[in-house]
């Protein structure tokens, strides 16, 4: 029975660990601590494959969502260490863009999608008929008070 090693290394990858470094996509995210209904973050960068409170790389800061926000202990974040991930490629998410923002590291681009207000085909063709049911009464209406 002979292995044809060219079809096993295409199925598998035989990577060297620096190679699979590489192509590790980086995330600076929260990471859950505290009690039930008491929520506090940690600021970690983290693999983006692994679990939302799991390993991760490096911690670079806190968030206490419960102080009041003019509160100095509310966020604390080493900007430093914070821009040097970004620098070397690594991604906030939108929660940690917003907070890293507050405190000068990065421009979080602004989000807007106008068609998310506007209302659906359901709620537009009802309008549409309720429209046309309103012009139909008042037509009706003027021409009885002409007569």
Known sequence: MAIHYSLFATRYSLSTTSERYKQMTVKIR?????????????????????PRDGRFIEKIGTFDPLRPKDDATRLKVDAEKAQAWIGKGAQPTDR????????????????????????????????????????????????????
């Open 96 to 147: 940690v863009a917003r907070l890293l923002e507050s405190v000068g590291v990065g421009k979080r681009e602004a989000r807007s999608n106008p068609k998310k207000a506007q209302p659906k085909k359901k709620a537009q063709e009802r309008a549409a008929a309720a429209a046309a049911a309103a012009a139909k009464a008042a037509e009706a209406g003027s021409e009885a008070a002409a007569s």
């Open 30 to 50: 929260l990471a859950r601590g505290g009690a039930k209904k008491r929520p506090f973050y940690s600021i970690v960068v983290a693999d983006e494959r692994s």
